[in-house]
């Protein structure tokens, strides 16, 4: 193709389609020619047929009968061989107890089942056989039981036993019998053999008086054969001009498209190419040829890397599409252009060769970059002043600017309405953006599903109340906690409700439940809606999907909903699902990865005696908040029963529990060894008393009122330091290291080290719960650390990345949790690092 610019060619070596030359099918020749044609195939058939007939002893019947015979007969004999062979390897190991014996024999007893289904194959359809095979399979069974048991014998050195059994005459019987059977089935072949003879002689004669009536038949035939042959000759002339045209179509297409156009062979070199790939290069075609493919592209990869791209095509020939792939080319002047490429491998007679459709997407980058200024735009410019809008308008529904008219408040409702409702297309608009181009970043860490949920409900109740629907959160469930980002879900949670309350009927309730379990926790909204045909449940999350066109005057929204619902959960590694029924509504399942419960291990459950139950509350809010688990016990017998169940890190103790003596109750729980060392905080509105003290082993006096910080310093001095876990915190910023510190104190052993040389010392000289890990630091990245980080059992230490850098979904995949210094408080840390320490403490108890 060297020297030309032509499309690809499917044919011949050039591609030209050779012409047909009229004329010469009606020259004297070619009139004689077909003459003696239609003359000498007669007298050749003639003699065909003589030797048909001389051939046809051999030829027919028979030759497949022979064949038959003999595979069959020779399948018979091996398989008696390999009896033999099993019984020779028998005797010879029982007779030696040399493991050589056992070769032949374990190689015979492989080879006899499949043996047998050969032979069974063979005989499938023969009546003559069917009563014989199974007789010979039993046969054949037995004498490998009867091998197999003298062989286990003298295996297990039962030398005489085995002997014993063989001198029994079992196995010789068997072959005996076992020949007989053979020899029957070979007689029969025999006898069916003869038979074929017979047959075929037989045929014979009548074959050779067909043969010459089919010849006279042929006679006949051959004049309607020219009448065809002519015929035919003439259709061939009508295709060759269609073909010719086709290709001058199809020449014209490649040379006219838009797109440029590009074939090349196995290694990448260019054989032709269409003009508007020349023009959108800069060269002209024959400059090109027969270079390689490379050549076109920014940074010239090399010919090898080129041919393994080419070999990535060719391996997915009859699989899959292959997708369109992004690349910088470079025209002859050098400069660059964005452009895609699809590269399809075409089967020829020479081998795999490629085209590529080439198109140069500089304009749609343009576009797309003014989309996302746009978003910006609408993002920054847009839904601010709307914001506003809404928010005056809900002021003035509400009365903040004096009483309004009743007309006047219907017009302002109106407003307040249809200004929410732009406000949330416009956000969704937003939302599915940033997932379609892949930059929506989820903030995972722990979240408690139920004050979630709880909190969207409430945030919806007058959007539902508005349709006269009812929410309500059903009471079991427990509150699970899942690994999310809480703003998102929060996004999930209140899209579902306020879909299941725009198509519930009036008075109807949306039922909201919590399901918790091992692998994955489930939140359920249930409407008592219509229901959602099976036609539309396919597309049910596509992107502006809605049933019904008038549900979008009457109901509003966008049909966008559902689409950013399904692209958040997954995108937060869960799942989303539905369960319908036309006329008796709808259930939309969340399903989230579950993370530990926000527990804590007994080490740090503290156990409030208090008879108060507003002081109590008190106690567990302060200390929750600090990060401990609390149980409340407001009398002496509810204290016998939780001590009996759990053991506490600390108790605080009021004297004056009802119920019975509480020193006394003291002294019998120090009896319990769990008990003798948990610290007693004891909390009285009088003074300390030594002999008390003394007594029971009080640590502290609390004396009442005890503020928060009182109650928590108290405990946290109580509580032994080895019960707390041990932090590595990597971080280079003095000041932050200062202040996760004091998050901290009280709560966990923080070790702080500024780079990773220091780190990586850390981690060899001490076992760590838990690494806090800042991702810039001095000397490289805070995830070199992430192959070192491992217990001494091999399994990695859990890592929290605390980091000022934007998420990065593939990073989040790595680690536990992944927080933005600028988006989550040190509580959303401390939090999220105390959920995964009990998480993980829990599973190691488990293990």
């Known amino acids: 193709m060297e020297g030309s610019n032509q499309s690809p060619h499917f044919g011949d070596q050039d591609g030209a389609i050779p012409p047909v030359d009229d004329d010469s099918a009606r020259s004297p020749i070619s009139h004689f020619l077909r003459i003696a044609a239609v003359v000498a195939v007669p007298l050749i058939l003639l003699l065909l047929g003589a030797l048909q007939v001389r051939q046809s002893d051999y030829a027919q019947e028979l030759r497949s009968r022979v064949t038959q015979a003999y595979e069959s007969r020779a399948r018979l004999e091996r398989f008696l061989s390999l009896h033999q062979d099993l019984e020779t390897g028998q005797r010879g190991y029982i007779v030696t107890g040399q493991p050589e014996f056992l070769e032949p024999y374990y190689g015979a007893r492989k080879r006899v089942g499949p043996e047998l289904s050969a032979l069974k194959s063979g005989f499938a359809n023969e009546r003559a056989f069917a009563n014989l095979l199974p007789e010979l399979a039993a046969l054949s069974h037995r004498k490998i039981d009867f091998t197999e048991r003298t062989v286990r014998l003298r295996q297990q050195g039962r030398t005489r036993a085995a002997i014993q059994l063989v001198a029994g005459g079992e196995g010789k019987h068997l072959m005996d019998r076992m020949r007989m059977l053979l020899a029957r089935m070979d007689a029969i072949e025999r006898s069916r053999l003869q038979n074929a003879a017979a047959a075929a002689d037989k045929s014979r004669s009548l074959t050779q008086g ?326 539309f449940q396919a597309r049910l999350f596509s992107k502006f999907a809605q049933e019904d066109a008038s549900d979008t005057r009457e109901k509003g929204g966008t049909g966008l909903g559902l689409s950013i619902v399904k692209q958040i959960v997954e995108g937060l590694g869960g799942t989303v699902s539905f369960e319908s029924e036309l006329g008796k509504g709808t259930v939309f399942h969340v399903d989230l990865p579950a993370a530990a419960a926000l527990e804590r291990s007994n080490r740090r459950q503290i156990l409030i005696c208090q008879e108060d139950k507003i002081a109590a509350a008190e106690m567990e809010a302060a200390l929750h908040k600090a990060g401990f688990g609390c149980d409340v016990a407001p009398s002496c017998s509810e204290m016998r029963r939780l001590t009996a169940d759990k053991t506490y890190a600390a108790i605080i103790l009021d004297l004056a529990l009802p119920g019975e003596e509480s020193i006394g109750l003291i002294r019998d729980l120090r009896a319990d060894p769990r008990y003798a060392s948990v610290p007693i905080l004891v909390a009285s509105a009088e003074g300390s008393n030594n002999e008390v003290s003394q007594t029971i082993a009080v640590v502290d006096w609390l004396h009442k009122p005890i503020s928060a910080e009182k109650l928590v310093k108290g405990v946290r001095m109580a509580i032994p330091a080895d019960h707390l876990p041990h932090i590595l915190h990597v971080e280079d910023d003095l000041d932050v290291l200062r202040v996760v510190a004091a998050a901290f104190e009280g709560r966990a052993h923080l070790d702080s080290v500024t780079d990773l040389d220091e780190a990586k010392a850390a981690l060899k000289e001490r076992r760590y719960d838990l690494v806090i890990l800042d991702l810039a630091l001095p000397g490289g990245s805070g995830l070199e650390l992430l192959p070192v980080m491992h217990r001494d059992d091999g399994k990695p230490i859990p890592a929290v990345i605390f980091s000022a850098q934007d998420e990065d979904p593939e990073l989040a995949r790595r680690v536990e949790a992944l927080l933005t210094k600028s988006r989550a408080s040190l509580d959303d840390l401390v939090q999220t690092v105390e959920t995964l320490i009990a998480m993980y403490m829990k599973k190691s108890d488990k293990e």
Request: without cysteine; aromatic residues 4%; charged residues 25%.
């Open 210 to 535: 067909m043969t010459f009536g089919l010849e006279a038949l042929l006679l006949l035939l051959l004049g309607g054969a020219a009448w065809a042959i002519y015929r035919s000759v003439n259709a061939t002339r009508r295709a060759v001009g269609r073909l010719r045209d086709l290709s001058a179509r199809q020449q014209a297409i490649f040379e006219e498209a838009m797109d440029g156009m590009i074939t090349n062979d196995p290694d990448g070199r260019i054989e032709s190419l269409n003009r508007a790939a020349a023009q959108m290069w800069g060269y002209e075609p024959d400059e090109l040829l027969g270079r390689n493919l490379g050549f076109l592209i920014e940074g010239t990869p090399s010919e090898a890397e080129v041919k393994l791209f080419l070999d990535k095509v060719a391996n997915n020939v009859g699989k899959r599409a292959n997708r369109p792939i992004e690349f910088i080319a470079r025209r002859s002047d050098g400069s660059n252009f964005t452009a895609d490429i699809a590269t399809s491998a075409v089967p020829l007679g020479d081998g795999l060769h490629f085209i590529g459709v080439i198109r140069d997407i500089t304009d749609r980058k343009r576009v797309e970059r003014m989309k996302t200024e746009f978003v910006s735009t609408v993002s920054h410019e847009l839904r601010t002043p709307l914001t506003s809008i809404a928010g005056s308008l809900g002021l003035l529904s509400v009365g903040a600017a004096g009483p309004l008219p009743e007309r006047a408040q219907k017009l302002i409702r109106i407003a307040h309405s249809n200004s929410e409702r732009l406000v949330r297309l416009i956000n969704d608009i937003l939302d599915l953006e940033k997932i379609e181009s892949g930059k929506m970043t989820f903030h995972t860490k722990p979240v408690s599903l139920r004050p979630l949920v709880e909190q969207a409900i409430q945030s919806n109740l007058a959007f539902a109340d508005g349709y006269g629907v009812k929410l309500t959160l059903a009471d079991e469930g427990g509150d699970p906690v899942a690994i999310g980002d809480g703003d998102r879900l929060t996004q999930v949670v209140t899209n579902l409700l306020s879909n299941a309350a725009k198509f519930s009927p009036n008075g109807s309730e949306v039922l909201t439940s919590i399901q918790p379990g091992e692998t994955n926790h489930r939140i359920s909204i249930r409407d008592q809606g219509p229901g959602i045909s099976k036609e």
